[in-house]
């Protein structure tokens, strides 16, 4: 009976034992899996204010939110890596691999989403995005995600420039009767000194054309620029020393210092610069029309083939948040890509009339790599 009784208690005691150390187990594995971090690789391009807006507001918030990603940040300056990565991830998606990023916020989106390399995303993925309006999605196909909005406009010195010309027209006249107080960068170089050199061409391009050159790549139509292009041959001896700066933010400096008096910026870039004091009171800014600069909403697009797509979704979610969209505003002066009314008040009041689907949208990427490409062949 003794002996039995034995057996009995050490069975039990193996058992106890085996439990706990079970429980450890699966508790260190818990615990391993908790520390572990997902990496979401994050390709961007633009200006430094693109960079800063990364590095100082959204991948802080999404870290502190989420302590368990980890965002990785590749970094192109004025996009100058722009097709080389756009060709990478369309040959990794063909070969279903990884292309080494798994979101990208640079001007290819749109054309990655229209090339079918990009994911296809909607409100059941990101919940967020239905906030933002549909209208911004049609011309990506529903392949990206519209996150923040901006435009060019026309800053000028009003100490100088009281009344700034209101149509393209009138500035092309204003800066042949000023030379020397008048420049923009070159295209390839930012967007502000690209949209200057689009909007003169658009000027003479039939409306369907135009059409046909924001939507696709129709380089037989690419005729119809040889007008604008005259006129900005034209303009190169009221051009400031002939020079065209390499950069937006090379412009503003001009702004600042007084060297010139009139440019296009971004409207981003320029209320960041009066808000920091680079650009002074004197600075105001306006939009022209017949036709107007370009705008619209900045796009964010996930390869076919990124990883961890749970995660890419959710921090895409987080940029679309109420709160990060107003961090958005606040740190880059843009706008809004949600609807004004899931924001608070002040917000409300200020982008009420003035959406990122409201402005001339640009033309898509291989068109805006020719139209770079010829002005450089042709111009300076």
Do not use: C
């Not at 229209?114 to 909607?122: R, S, Y």
């Not at 696709?216 to 900005?232: A, I």
């Not at 921090?315 to 990060?324: D, E």
């Amino acid at each position: 009976m003794k002996s039995k009784l034995r057996v009995t208690i050490v069975v039990a005691l193996v058992a106890v034992v085996a439990a706990v150390a079970a429980a450890a187990n699966n508790s260190s594995a818990a615990t391993t899996r908790a520390a572990k971090k997902t990496t979401i690789t994050v390709y961007v391009s633009g200006d430094v204010n693109v960079k800063n807006l990364y590095t100082g507001t959204l991948i802080p918030g999404f870290q502190k939110a989420y302590p368990n990603d980890k965002i990785n940040m590749i970094f192109s300056e004025h996009g100058v890596n722009d097709s080389i990565e756009l060709g990478k991830i369309g040959a990794a998606v063909k070969q279903r691999t990884w292309p080494g990023v798994d979101i990208a916020d640079a001007g290819f989106a749109i054309q990655g989403a229209l090339d079918g390399i990009m994911t296809p995303i909607n409100a059941t993925k990101i919940p967020n995005m239905a906030k933002v309006d549909k209208k911004l999605l049609t011309p990506v196909k529903g392949a990206a995600m519209p996150y923040r909005g901006s435009s060019v406009v026309l800053a000028y010195n009003t100490d100088h420039v009281p009344n700034p010309p209101k149509t393209l027209d009138g500035l092309i006249a204003w800066i042949k009767a000023n030379p020397g107080k008048f420049t923009y960068n070159s295209p390839n170089t930012g967007g502000s000194g690209h949209s200057f050199v689009e909007t003169v061409l658009s000027k003479y391009v039939p409306a369907n054309v135009q059409t046909q050159m924001v939507n696709g790549y129709v380089p037989d139509l690419e005729s119809n620029w040889k007008q604008g292009f005259d006129v900005l041959k034209s303009l190169k001896s009221s051009i400031y020393q002939g020079v065209y700066p390499n950069g937006n933010q090379e412009v503003l400096n001009m702004l600042g210092k007084g060297l010139i008096w009139v440019a296009p910026v971004w409207s981003d870039q320029a209320l960041s610069a009066k808000a920091s004091g680079l650009l002074g009171p004197s600075i105001h800014l306006s939009q022209i029309s017949s036709p107007s600069f370009n705008g619209g909403a900045a796009y964010m697009a996930i390869p076919k083939t990124a990883r961890n797509k749970t995660e890419v979704y959710k921090f895409a979610n987080f940029i679309l948040q109420s709160k990060m969209q107003v961090a958005i505003v606040n740190a880059m002066s843009g706008y809004p890509a949600v609807n004004v009314k899931y924001l608070p008040s002040s917000v409300q009041t200020k982008f009420s009339s003035l959406q990122a689907n409201t402005l001339r949208q640009s033309y898509s990427a291989k068109m805006a790599n020719d139209v770079n490409a010829e002005w450089q062949q042709t111009v300076p």
